[in-house]
């Protein structure tokens, strides 16, 4: 028996063929390529869902169900993807389009909390009862699990810690507010924050490590300056992670998880940015003299949390 889950991202779009072992025995990637008209994203869904059957070698009728993972809030009663800033979807109607290609079951879920479903079931979260999942990808996401159970609100748009204010009247967010963790603490915030401190610092190591070119700037950039002693990367760091921190003790302050992981590309540093993290979450969260705590390490599933979070959304 197997289930399709799809991640569909502000970068990439990826399908992958996961078994009843939460095992992705086939993959499909297709680049999101925003922005553009929604209807050619989702096109590019189905592509990506048959590209994965391919590698997997099974046909359609082996499929049980399909799982798709995406930015924003969803509607999961009518099938719609409601708002997604990051793909400039609106009310785009994404079941009935992939209904009608493949005629079979059909969930929406965001994207966060498929990552969050993943990583409870399969990965780092595997075995608690309430547990958070932060994704830093190209916003940053969150999926909430309470008492084994995702938390939706009463319209399934629970969850989107990204777009909680850390700093009232900061940096503009896309989805319309200032401030947003987001803002601060994505893989595009960081990526903005170390374009700007290379423009003040043009002795800095990390326009080395680019070949002298600012396009090349991505979320590692910062971090191997850092491990090169170079200043003005360590700031870098720095400042993300005091932002990450605030929204992270945050979380912990609100949900009190057993666990909470950390995913998404600038999740992949581990122990670089999580150790930080902690010594200022010790200090600041208010839960301090508790004598059970949270929990704060990384995702085990790296991108394939959501992948396998979208394929289990029919359980």
């Not at 748009?157 to 200032?178: F, N, P, S």
Request: aromatic fraction near 6%; proline fraction near 3%; glycine fraction near 12%.
């Amino acid at each position: 028996m197997y289930r399709i889950g799809v991640d569909l991202g502000g970068t990439n779009i990826v399908a992958g063929v996961v078994d009843e072992y939460y095992r992705i025995v086939g993959k499909g990637k297709m680049p999101t390529a925003c922005p553009r008209p929604s209807w050619e994203i989702i096109n590019d869904v189905a592509l990506s869902i048959n590209m994965a059957l391919e590698e997997a070698k099974i046909s359609l009728d082996e499929v049980v169900s399909i799982g798709i993972g995406t930015p924003g809030s969803v509607n999961k009663k009518y099938g719609i993807i409601e708002y997604a800033n990051n793909l400039g979807f609106d009310n785009v109607p994404a079941k009935d389009i992939l209904q009608s290609k493949f005629n079979k079951p059909i969930y929406l879920e965001n994207d966060a909390n498929c990552a969050a479903l993943g990583e409870a079931k399969a990965g780092a979260g595997e075995g608690v009862a309430n547990f958070v999942a932060v994704t830093l990808g190209t916003g940053v996401g969150s999926g909430i699990v309470v008492n084994g159970k995702l938390l939706n609100g009463c319209n399934d748009a629970a969850g989107e810690a990204g777009h909680m204010v850390i700093l009232a009247d900061g940096e503009q967010c896309t989805c319309g507010r200032k401030g947003c963790w987001e803002a601060y603490s994505s893989a595009t915030a960081l990526i903005r924050q170390t374009k700007e401190a290379m423009g003040k610092n043009l002795d800095s190591a990390m326009w080395t490590l680019v070949d002298g070119d600012i396009n090349k700037v991505d979320g590692r950039t910062a971090f191997n300056a850092m491990r090169k002693n170079d200043a003005a990367g360590t700031k870098v760091v720095d400042t993300y992670i005091h932002y990450l921190a605030i929204g992270i003790t945050n979380m912990i302050n609100l949900f009190q998880p057993e666990i909470l992981c950390v995913g998404g590309g600038i999740g992949n540093e581990g122990e670089s940015l999580l150790e930080p993290v902690r010594k200022i979450v010790n200090q600041e969260h208010y839960s301090v003299h508790s004598v059970v705590q949270t929990r704060i390490c990384s995702a085990k599933l790296g991108n394939d949390a959501g992948i396998i979070g979208a394929a289990l959304l029919d359980e």
